[in-house]
Every structure is written in C-alpha cells, then in structure tokens.
C-alpha cells in the first residue's frame, strides 16, 4: 500500500558528500515520523536520523554536524544531506516511515535501500 523507494547512493570519496532522496507514494494520509537507518556489512542496522512532521530532528552522535535530515510534505519525500563523509559511513542506508494510512491503521514501512561507498 505505501512504497519507499531511496535514491542518491553512490561512491564518493573522503571529504566528499552525497544527498539521498526517500520518495513515499501510496494510499498516505500523513506521514509522522521518517527517518534513515543504515547497515554495514557485519553490523546491525543503526539508526542515523529522525525527523517527525513537525521538522524535530534527531541524529546518532557519530553523524552530528556532517549529516542534515530534511522533508518535503507536501512530495511525501525526505533527504540526507551527508557532508564531510568518512569511510566508517559506508552502508546501506535505508528509508523508515511511521504512515497513517487514507484507509486505517498506521504501519512502518521500510525502502529497499541505498549502497553509500566512501573511499579512496
């Protein structure tokens, strides 16, 4: 009923920077909180930032002042704006929405992921 498709992933070098776009479509009344989580290879997934759909922002300490959480209400889509990048940011970064649904009910749903790549 609702898709999250992520976009933006790439190879970037140290230093460099990459913006990822989560695009949610479907039967969406309201979105309340979104966020990205990322995984890499042996590691449990992490979160890296939330933001609700009052723009109250949370980030993991390991990505404060590099990364930005930022939406779109009315396109139903949310970035990361990801500065200053560090080979230990190398995942998969996956998109999270908390969706009331135009039916009824409320349910998470997960994009598919992105690959973030930062080396040299």
């Known amino acids: 009923q609702v898709q999250l498709v992520e976009s933006g992933g790439g190879l970037v070098q140290p230093g460099g920077s990459l913006r990822l776009s989560c695009a949610a479509s479907?039967?969406?009344?309201?979105?309340?909180?979104m966020g990205w989580y990322r995984q890499a290879p042996g590691k449990e997934r992490e979160l890296v930032a939330t933001i609700t759909s009052r723009d109250n922002t949370n980030y993991a300490d390991s990505v404060k002042g590099r990364f930005t959480i930022s939406r779109d209400n009315a396109k139903n889509t949310m970035y990361l704006q990801m500065n200053s990048l560090k080979p230990e940011d190398t995942a998969v970064y996956y998109c999270h929405a908390y969706v009331l649904l135009v039916t009824s009910g409320a349910y998470n749903y997960w994009g598919r992921g992105t690959q973030v790549t930062v080396s040299s």
């Open positions: 479907g039967s969406i009344f309201s979105i309340n909180r």
